[in-house]
């Protein structure tokens, strides 16, 4: 097997007479030329893996070349051979793209040494470029499955943010409602996407050791602090950080964090030189950071500078439409993965799942489908098939707390009653017969109540 196919230009036949027999021993299969128009020929023929281009040839430079196959927007690697070896040139060869640089005469170990690793920088570059073309296409806003509103509001605001130059984000929701996959998606199609996305859950890691993970520290800084480390904040340099649950973070760490954001520039453990920083923060997390500044839990100023731009995330019994669309994608997604054929749920089975509050939201309704796919092998879902707690479920509690208390000043009932049906016609998109259902009425009990509150 060949270790890869290589192009020799160069107007001195001895030396590609040298180079292709060194380098067909070593496993390539090399192909020479003389002329800058003929390797262009070749090139755009079937590309070499390599290039070993000579910059002073008898019709065209190799730094014309060079600018040739950049227009054309072609990417081999280029090892450039001169024996009129200039600072100048080598950068000009550089800025066009070339790997290396060699001058003549030249040691035939070298040449082989820098062909190796100019292949293996470009298969690397090669992997990298396929799974960042890979993320962005499994992290895109179209791969959303919701029909309803207020996502499809979420998804044209993250849109903006995506594209924007936004530092920081705030994404609140329940746990199970994808707020890491819409931080994900964002990075993927915002202009940091080739560079690094990194991911923190923050409270996967222990007090004592936040603060380093974040910030880094110097050698000696602590005891276990064996050699210098960066942080995850350096690591992230023109990309993005993903601090899952940031209202779990300690207040030590939440003030550091806030100098962090507001000076973008960080000092390591121990350490005693500012560091500069260009990173997109994106916070996640599922509690009331409200409430939790006003019980002391949260500090007030980091989240006023989180909360800049903040994205809610509904929870699944809030779009009951969304949850036949969900089931109906994971099962598609589950029989191709476990070689099953559930083609269809039965009307009962569907009115569960729609009646089910799903307090895991999203992440509970994907775990239950496949755990269903694991263990049934049918092509119709069943009631049976659905675990005890959605099948028993009545509603009575979702009922009871969504009794009012009567305030001690009072309320206006009418107010009270057109809000409801104004809630219940959000939740069901407009919906009138879903709405209905909602409040225990009738279509035409309802029409009537909406043309008496001048809804309609």
Known sequence: MTKGKVLIVDDDKLICWSLEQVLNKEGYDVTFVHLANDALSEIFKEPPDIL?????LPDLSGVEVLKRLKKKDYHIPVLVISAMATVDSAVQAMKLGAYDYISKPFNMDAVKLAIQKALEVDHLRSEVDYHRTRESRIYGFNNFVSGHSSIRELLRMARRVASSEAPTILIQGESGTGKDLLARVIHYQSKRANSPLVELNCT???ETLLESELFGHEQGAFTDAKKMKRGLFEIANKGTILLEEIGEIPQPIQVKL???LEDRRLRRVGGLKNIAIDV???ATTNRDLIAETKAGNFRTDLFYRL???T?????LRERKGDILLLTKYFLNRYNHQFHRNIKSLSKEAEKLLINYNWPGNIRQLKNVLERI???EDTEELLPDHLPYEIQSYTGDEAHAQ???KLPHIGLKLGEVEKNLINQALDYTEGNQVQAAKLLGISRDALRRKMIKFKLI
């Open 311 to 315: 994205l809610l995330i509904p929870p």
């Open 280 to 282: 997109r923060v994106i």
């Open 373 to 375: 796919m694991i263990l």
């Open 258 to 260: 806030l100098k962090v």
């Open 204 to 206: 996967a890691v222990p």
């Open 307 to 309: 909360n800049v731009i």
């Open 402 to 404: 969504a009794f009012i």
């Open 52 to 56: 070993l281009l000579d910059l002073l």
